[in-house]
């Protein structure tokens, strides 16, 4: 398997800009987690999905933010409209999940800059 | 509300010495507790996972352990060499609803092992 997969990588744009940021899982995996991180608040959990359905969104900053995964294959992040602050390295991740252990597989992440 | 903090916050060794990163965390209610390891520009690769009704585990030159009680879990790197510089963080999991994903991570440890 090649592991989780994301994308883009790098993504310049300019502040009010929408971006979407995506992510395919690895196969057979249930859950799925978006991760952010910044120097100052380090990981933050964004929100995570089991079964291709929300079950924590609480970390989600603002409206601005919103993820749907329409099937097991693919999850999608969208920031409407971008802001300076939104700048990040964004991680999605995939476990499946069952009793006892749960191990996290997250991807290489995509870092975002919003000018 | 739970929080995790590690220290130091960096740490430069010569190579071959032993070292301890430390881990804390405020709420004793975990599931398990992980130790990641990210290397710059790249994702999290997941290092020991230790269940809350274990005391340690070990792979290799490594050794994780976990006293709940006292919220306190350490990462002993023995014998260390250049290719464990990295970022380290170590993050807790907690009860959820039954669903045991969510991770909570710590600030991480900048290991550099000079050669």
């Known amino acids: 398997d090649a592991g989780v997969i994301q994308s883009p990588r790098h993504e310049v744009t300019e502040m009010g800009q929408e971006v979407t940021l995506r992510c395919k899982p690895i196969?057979?995996?249930?859950?799925l987690f978006w991760y952010r991180q910044t120097m100052m608040r380090g990981l933050e959990l964004l929100i995570y999905?089991?079964?291709?359905?929300?079950?924590?969104d609480s970390g989600m900053p603002e409206d601005r933010f919103s993820a749907k995964m329409p099937n097991a294959s693919f999850s999608t992040l969208k920031i409407q409209p971008s802001e300076p602050r939104d700048s990040a390295v964004y991680f999605c991740?995939?476990?499946?999940?069952?009793?006892?252990?749960?191990?996290?597989?997250f991807g290489a992440g995509s870092r975002l800059t919003v000018l | 509300k739970q929080e995790v903090t590690q220290i130091p916050a960096a740490l430069s060794v010569p190579e071959g010495e032993n070292l301890v990163l430390n881990c804390s965390f405020t709420?004793?209610?975990?599931?398990?507790l992980q130790w990641f390891r990210q290397d710059p520009g790249k994702g999290l690769t997941s290092l020991l996972l230790i269940q809350s009704s274990q005391r340690e585990q070990t792979s290799g030159r490594l050794n994780a352990s976990l006293d709940k009680s006292s919220g306190r879990s350490t990462l002993y790197i023995a014998a260390s060499q250049p290719g464990d510089s990295a970022t380290y963080l170590c993050?807790?999991?907690?009860?959820?609803?039954?669903?045991?994903?969510?991770?909570?991570f710590g600030t991480g440890t900048l290991l550099a092992v000079q050669p």
């Open positions: 999905f089991n079964n291709n359905v929300p079950i924590d």
């Open positions: 196969s057979g995996h249930n859950s």
């Open positions: 993050a807790v999991s907690l009860y959820y609803g039954g669903a045991t994903n969510k991770l909570i």
């Open positions: 991740a995939s476990s499946l999940r069952v009793t006892g252990a749960n191990v996290l597989t």
């Open positions: 709420d004793s209610a975990i599931y398990n």
